[in-house]
């Protein structure tokens, strides 16, 4: 089997040497590269032929994307974000660009370890669609490891404006934002407001109680302090 696959390949090869029809070549190419791919597993020759097609037809999406999952079979990190971008300028669907942003920033952040990088990329997912919230949970995070307190907080004041977002979840990103206000911004009126918040959903939290009580006789508001402590 792979002597006739072999021999296809051969024949693939002398068709696209000898034609003189760009598009045509481009499809022989194209069809030895698979051949070269799955048939005959030799990858970096799929490579190679996945390249001139390219050249030859720049804006061919599918030779992008094929030569996208060879180069993730691979982990080529560096080469799967440089299709990546050059993918985007073939797409005017934004929510396409949005995906491949998004894959953009999963790799940036997880496998290159570029977290500037990283934020870039969620950063233009976000100048597409302000509200896509995958692409604020992902900043939270990175900011988080970073100890980035401003980026953080205001992230997570978009979170929280997000009509999606869970209750549980609001919960515990309220306490993160009333903790990050108070402890790190230095905070402490902006503060009490998101503890207040924590309390509107979960009436009962001991966390947003005892921080309440707190921040009330830190900062002089003796009535309320005296309402948290009954």
């Keep these: 089997a792979t002597q006739d696959f072999d021999a296809l390949y051969q024949n693939l090869n002398a068709q696209a040497e000898v034609t003189t029809d760009p598009d045509r070549q481009a499809d022989l190419l194209s069809q030895q590269a698979t051949l070269a791919e799955q048939a ?25 994307q094929k030569l996208r999952n060879i180069y993730l079979g ?14 985007i300028t073939l797409t005017i669907e934004p929510e396409e660009q949005i995906g491949l942003y998004e894959q953009m920033g999963v790799i940036w952040s997880e496998s290159l370890e570029d977290e500037v990088r990283a934020l870039d990329a969620w950063q233009a997912a976000l100048q597409l669609d302000p509200e896509y919230l995958p692409a604020l949970v992902a900043m939270h995070d990175i900011y988080a490891r970073r100890s980035d307190y401003h980026e953080l907080s205001n992230t997570l004041e978009r979170m929280l404006d ?6 549980d979840r609001k919960i515990e990103y309220w306490v993160e934002y009333a903790d990050i206000l108070g402890d790190m911004l230095q905070r402490p009126e902006d503060a009490i407001q998101a503890w207040r918040s924590v309390m509107m959903i979960d009436p009962g939290n001991s966390l947003a109680l005892d921080a309440l009580e707190r921040l009330y006789l830190q900062e002089g508001h003796w009535e309320e302090a005296v309402t948290v402590l009954d």
Excluded: G
Excluded at 79 to 86: G, K, M, P, S, Y
Excluded at 162 to 167: G, I, M, T, V
């Design 40 to 64: 005959l597993d030799r990858r970096e020759d799929a490579i190679e032929l996945l390249r001139r097609v390219i050249d030859l037809q720049p804006d061919n999406r599918d030779a992008h």
């Design 74 to 87: 691979e982990a080529r990190w560096s080469d799967v974000v440089d299709i990546l971008e050059r993918e």
């Design 162 to 167: 997000h009509p999606s977002l869970p209750d």
